[in-house]
C-alpha cells in the first residue's frame, strides 16, 4: 500500500499573500495558536470560503492524481472545519462524479488494482474507513455542518413521495426535507457530513454510466465494489463492536460525530415509537458501559443509505401497476448493481447470524441488550425485506430472458440462504450428501414466505421460456432446483403455506384484527414491538404487508405450481435428448468428412442448414455439462416435489419424445392442413427454444444456390457463365457419352450428372408419396474451383512440389492423373452400389 507522506503541499507561487498565509498557518501551530484566527488577522480580506476550493480545483487540473491526494491529505489534517466545511461538497462530488453523471469523477467502478495498481492503492486508502476522507467527514461532524441535497436526485418512489409532501416512511428523510426558499432550485434535503458522503458514495452506482471499454471489467475487482465491502466490515461487524471515529489531531480527543438533531418519535401504521436509543441508555447505570450506544448511528444510517439508493425504486402502488402488460418499464438496474446488492444480502446475513446464541433466543429482547445487538436482529426484517422483495420481483418480470439473469438469480439465493452465511460450520459429510436446514431456521422461511414461493413461481415462468439446451440456462435451473432440494428446506416451506392457509374461524379471538405489522422500513432507533407468538399470524402478516390484504396467493406446493413443474420436467427431458441429439449429429458429421473434402475434391455440403444450437462454439465438453446438469436438476426437482419415474415416463411419450425409426428426432409438433403441415402452438415452442427442427435442405438447382460464405464471389459468377456456355456448345455430346453402357459412360454419368429430386429426402411427409423425379440432363460444373480451401488446397500442393524441385507444369499433370484415378475408383464403386440395389 502506498503511505502518504506529511509534508508540506508544493503550492504554486501565486502571490505574496497566499506564501504568507501559509506562514501564519505554520508559525501560529509552532506557538500553540488558532491558525485560522492569526491568518484572518493578517489577511482579512483573505478568508473567503472560496480562497482554498479556487486552489484545489486549480490543482486538480495541473497536478498528478498522487500529488492531489498528498495535499489534500495535509489540507484535511492542518485546515480547521470551518475552512474545509466549503470544500467538501466539491470534493465529494470530484471523488463519486456529480449526480446528472456528467462528471465522472475518480471512476471508481472501472479502477482496478491489476491494470493501475498505483492509482488504486492511493485511492483505497485515502478512501479507506480508517482514511483521511472518514477524518474529514468526523471533523465536520463534530462541528454539526448541514449540506445541501437535491430531491430531484433521489430514487422514483422517495422523490414522488416529497415532492406530493407526504414524508417517506423510512426515518433517513425525518426532519431533513427544507422547502425551497425564494429563488431556491427545489426541495433538498439537509444531510449531516456523514449521510452526505454516503448518498454520494451508495448514488454513484446507478448515477454513473460505464464508459464503453469497461463492459469486460470484473466488478469484484474494481475499487468500488471493494470499498462498499470494506465499509459493511467496519460499520457492520461481525465481530466485536462498531469501531468509534478516529481522532482528528494525534493525541486529542475523538469528538463526537454522533448528530446533534434528537432522534423524533415518528407514526408508522399507526403506531408511535419512542426512541431505543433513549430506552438504552435510560436503563444503563453508566453511559460509558457500551461505548457502541454512541456510535451505533452510523451503522444504522449506512445500511439505511445502501436499502434506499440500491433497493427503494418500486413501491408496493408501483409494484401492483407494473402487473398490467401495458405498463411502461421503469428503473432497470444493471448487472453490477445487482451484483453489489448481492455482496450487501451476504454481509447482512453474516452481520445478522454474529449473535452469540443466548442474544438471539426471544428471551434476549430486554433492556439489558445492548444497541449493536438488537440492530442486527432488526438489520433484515426491519429495514431489507420489503424493499428487496418488490426489487426481485421486479427483475424476475423484467429482466431480458438471457444468461445475465444468473446474477439476479444468485442474489436471490444468496438471500434465501441465511444459513450459509452463519458462523458455525458443519463438518461436511463422508457420504457427500446435502446438509440438512436446521430447524431454528423456520422462522426466518415462514417471515420471508413470498420470497421462497412467489418467486420461484416467477423462475418457473421464466425457465419455461428458455433454451435449456443452452449450458448457461441449463445451469441456473441446476442451482434453483438444487438449493430447494436441501434437506428439511421444503418442509418448512410447506409448513409456513400451512400456517398462512390456516382457516381464520379457527382462532376467534384474532377475527377482529388486521394483519398489519410495523413497517419494514420504521427507524432502528424506535422499540421493537414485542414478539408475535402466533406464527400463523406471524406469516399472514408478512404476505399481506407485501402483497396486499386482497392477495391471491397459490401455494407452491399446490396443483397449480406442481402443474408447471411437471411442464419443466418434460421440457427439460426433451432438452437433454436434444442435446444427445445434436451431440451425436456434430458427431456423426465430423466422423464421415472425409479428408479430401478439404482439398476440394469432395462434394461440399450444398444443403445450407444449420442447427439449432451452434455445437462448434459450444463445444462437445459443454453439451457434456448441459446434460449433467439438467440430469441432476431434474433429480431434484422430483425430490423437492416427488415426482415418481411413472409420472416422468408418461409425460416423456404424451410430448412424442420417441425416436423414429432412422433414430432420429421427429418433425416438431404440427398438423396436417390442405396446403401441408401447420405448427401448432407447442410446434412453434420447440422450435423456438432449439428441442425440435425441421431439416432444411436445399432443393433446388445446386448451380443457383446463393453463394456461401466460403467462396469468391466474383468468380463464381464467372466460372458460371463458362459452364453454362460449355453446356450449351457440348449439349448433344455430354447426352451421348453419359447414354453408353460401357466404362465411359458410368465415367461421365459420375461427372456429369446429379442425384435426382425423388433420392433426396422431401421436407414435407405430405408430398412424399406424389414426388416425381425432376433430374437434369447432364452439364459440367466448375464451381469448386471457386472455393478458398479448393484454391487453398491447389496452393500448398504447389508449393509443396516446388520443394522436391517438381515444376508446375508437371505438378499440375500428377495432379490430373491423381484425380483420374480417384475418379476411376469412386466410378466403380458407385456401379457396384447400383448392382446391389437392383
Known sequence: MTTFRRRLPEWRSRSLKRETLWFFQWSSKTAGLDPAREAAMAFPHLQQPSFLLASLKADSINKPFAQRCQDLVKVIEDFPAKELHAIFPWLVESIFGSLDGVLAGWNLRCLQGRVSPVEYSIAMEFLDPGGPMMKLVYKLQAEDYKFDFPVSYLPGPVKASIQERVLPDSPLYHNKVQLPSTGGLGLHLALNPFEYYMFFFALSLITQKPPPGALHVRTSDCAYFILVDRYLAWFLP????????????????????????????????????????????????????????????????????????????????????????????????????????????????????????????????????????????????????????????????????????????????????????????????????????????????????????????????????????????????????????????????????????????????????????????????????????DASFKVKSHVYSLEGQDCKYTPMFGPEIRALVLRLAQLITQAKQTAKSLSDQYGESTAARPFLSWLGFYPADTNGSYPGNDLDEMGQDRVRKTDEYLEKALEYLCQVFRLSEAQLAQLTLALGTTQDENGKKQLPDCIVGEDGLILTPLGRYQIVNGLRRFDIEYQGDSELQPIRSYEIAGLVRVLFRLSSAINRRFAGQMVALCSRADFLGSFCRYHLLEPGLSDRRLLSPVGRGRAASLARGPRLSLRFLGSYRTLLALLLAFFVASLFCIGPLLCALLLVLGYVLYAVAMTLLTEQGKLHQL
Open 238 to 533: 461481525t465481530e466485536g463492536s462498531v469501531l468509534p471515529p478516529l481522532s482528528s489531531s494525534p493525541g486529542g480527543p475523538s469528538p463526537s460525530p454522533a448528530p446533534r438533531t434528537p432522534a423524533v418519535p415518528f407514526a408508522s401504521y399507526g403506531l408511535h415509537h419512542t426512541s431505543l436509543l433513549k430506552r438504552h441508555i435510560s436503563h444503563q447505570t453508566s453511559v460509558n458501559a457500551d461505548p457502541a450506544s454512541h456510535e451505533i448511528w452510523r451503522s444504522e444510517t449506512l445500511l439505511q443509505v445502501f436499502v434506499e439508493m440500491w433497493l427503494h425504486h418500486y413501491s408496493l402502488e408501483m409494484y401492483q401497476k407494473m402487473q398490467s402488460p401495458h405498463a411502461k418499464e421503469s428503473f432497470m438496474p444493471t448487472e453490477e448493481h445487482v451484483l453489489v446488492v448481492r455482496l450487501l444480502l451476504k454481509h447482512l446475513h453474516a452481520f445478522a447470524n454474529s449473535l452469540r446464541p443466548e442474544q438471539a433466543s426471544p428471551s434476549a429482547h430486554s433492556h439489558a441488550a445492548s444497541p449493536l445487538e438488537e440492530f442486527k436482529r432488526a438489520a433484515v426484517p426491519r429495514f431489507v425485506q420489503q424493499k428487496l422483495y418488490l426489487f426481485l420481483q421486479h427483475c424476475f418480470g423484467h429482466w431480458p430472458l438471457d444468461a445475465s439473469f444468473r446474477a439476479v438469480l444468485e442474489m436471490w439465493l444468496s438471500y434465501l440462504q441465511p444459513w450459509r452465511y452463519a458462523p458455525e460450520k458443519q463438518a461436511p459429510s463422508s457420504d457427500c450428501q446435502a446438509r440438512s436446514v436446521s430447524e431454528r431456521w423456520a422462522p426466518f422461511v415462514q417471515e420471508n414466505l413470498l420470497v421462497y414461493t412467489k418467486l420461484f413461481l416467477g423462475f418457473l415462468s421464466r425457465a419455461l421460456r428458455t433454451d435449456l439446451v443452452s449450458p448457461k440456462n441449463a445451469l441456473m435451473v441446476f442451482r434453483v432446483a438444487k438449493v430447494f432440494a436441501q434437506p428439511n428446506l421444503a418442509e418448512m416451506i410447506q409448513r409456513g403455506e400451512q400456517l398462512f392457509l390456516e382457516p381464520e374461524l379457527v382462532i376467534p379471538h384474532r377475527q377482529h384484527r388486521l394483519f398489519t405489522v410495523p413497517t419494514f422500513t420504521g427507524s432502528f432507533l424506535s422499540s421493537w414491538p414485542p414478539a408475535i407468538t
